[in-house]
C-alpha cells in the first residue's frame, strides 16, 4: 500500500480541481451515453480524449501521479479511437465511467483525509492493462478492458485487497442494500 499526504496542497486550488474534474466526469458520461447510441460520433470521442488529457495534467499537478498515469492510459487508448486505429465500444465507456469514478471517490476522500491510503498495484496494474489495450489485436482488446473494470468493480474479500476501506466505498451500495455491482449498474441507468 502507499499512501497520498494531502497536507502539502492549496485547499482552494484543490477544491478548484475537484469542481473541474467534476465538470470533466459530467462531460464524459454524457458523451459516452451518446456514443453509445452512435459510437462513429468522432467529435465526442475528441471530447473523452481532451477531457482525459486535462484530468491528467491536472493530477499531475497535484501531485497524483499513479492516479495520473491511469488517465494517460485512458488519453492513448481514445487517441487510438480518434485515430480510428480501432472502433469505439460500450465496454470502452463502461470502462472509462468506472476509471472516472473511482478516481472520483478517491479524489472525495482527499477532501476529508489528510493522509490517503492507496494499492499503489492495482493501479499500476490498472495502467499496464491500459496499454495493452492499445497494443493488443482487436480479439484480445476486449480481454483487456474487461480487465480494468473487473479490477475497480470487484468487491474485495479479503482486508489486504481493499482498494478503499468499507466506509469508503460508493455509499449508494449499503443505502440500497443491493449487490454491488448492481449498484453501480442502478448509478448509470438515470
Request: aromatic residues 8%.
Amino acid at each position: 500500500m502507499a499512501s497520498f499526504n494531502t497536507q502539502h496542497l492549496d485547499s482552494e486550488i484543490f477544491n478548484e480541481f475537484i469542481e473541474e474534474f467534476d465538470e470533466h466526469h459530467k462531460l464524459v458520461k454524457d458523451a459516452i451515453s451518446q456514443l453509445n447510441a452512435n459510437p462513429e460520433d468522432y467529435e465526442k470521442i475528441n471530447q473523452l480524449v481532451r477531457s482525459s488529457h486535462t484530468v491528467k495534467g491536472d493530477l499531475a499537478m497535484q501531485g497524483m501521479s499513479d492516479l495520473s498515469a491511469i488517465f494517460k492510459g485512458c488519453e492513448m487508448v481514445l487517441r487510438e479511437v480518434d485515430d480510428r486505429t480501432f472502433a469505439y465500444s460500450i465496454d470502452l465507456g463502461k470502462m472509462l465511467l468506472v476509471i472516472f469514478m473511482y478516481a472520483k471517490a478517491f479524489l472525495k476522500r482527499c477532501q476529508i483525509q489528510s493522509q490517503i491510503q492507496y494499492n499503489e498495484k492495482l493501479w499500476a496494474t490498472i495502467s499496464l492493462e491500459l496499454n495493452q489495450v492499445k497494443r493488443v489485436r482487436d480479439l484480445q482488446r476486449p480481454q483487456h478492458i474487461n480487465r480494468v473494470i473487473t479490477l475497480l468493480t470487484k468487491k474485495p474479500t479479503k482486508p489486504s485487497e481493499k482498494t478503499m476501506t468499507e466506509s469508503q466505498s460508493l455509499p449508494i451500495v449499503r443505502e440500497k442494500k443491493l449487490s454491488w455491482w448492481k449498484a453501480f449498474l442502478e448509478r448509470f441507468k438515470k
